[in-house]
């Protein structure tokens, strides 16, 4: 039998758009991957709309899934389009081929809520996505060694 620790290998993929806010939250990702010893990778991208592609095309090289980033509303539909479009996408390929992943995509009002929520602190979305995506592979190890 494969040892549970043995199947985390996690990637993050994150947007830098906003860099002191992704910076942030990756380090959050990273604080709790790293305490629990846990092997992970991180791959950038420019835009969160970047994102679901490049999940698309790690799905399977992966036990879990970490996105990070930030998309900040304008007097523009932009924000919209953007926050819908890639959150669908990315779920949407999460439920289809059940992928153990969690998003930290902070949907904010103006950048200083975005810094508030990505702060070293435990309010620190990264940090928890982290450990909701070793929850779930948590959980899915679970139902397949019971089957």
Not at 18 to 46: F, S, W
Not at 51 to 77: A, H, M, R, W
Not at 92 to 120: F, G, W
Not at 134 to 139: K, P, Q, T, W
Request: aromatic share 8%; with cysteine.
């Amino acid at each position: 039998m494969v040892q549970k620790d043995c199947l985390r290998n996690i990637l993050i993929i994150f947007s830098d758009y906003y860099p002191e806010v992704t910076k942030n939250l990756l380090n959050g990702a990273k604080k709790i991957l790293e305490k629990k010893k846990i092997l992970h990778q991180t791959i950038k991208v420019d835009g969160t709309l970047e994102i679901p592609f490049v999940l698309q095309k790690y799905k399977n090289k992966y036990s879990g899934f970490v996105i990070l980033g930030c998309v900040i509303k304008g007097e523009t539909d932009h924000y919209d389009i953007i926050k819908n479009v890639a959150i669908k996408y990315i779920y949407d390929l999460s439920y289809k081929e059940l992928l153990p992943m969690s998003c930290a995509i902070l949907t904010v009002e103006n950048y200083s809520q975005a810094l508030e929520r990505s702060k070293n602190n435990k309010k620190n979305l990264g940090e928890r996505s982290a450990q909701v995506c070793l929850n779930l592979i948590d959980l899915l190890y679970e139902k397949e060694s019971k089957s």
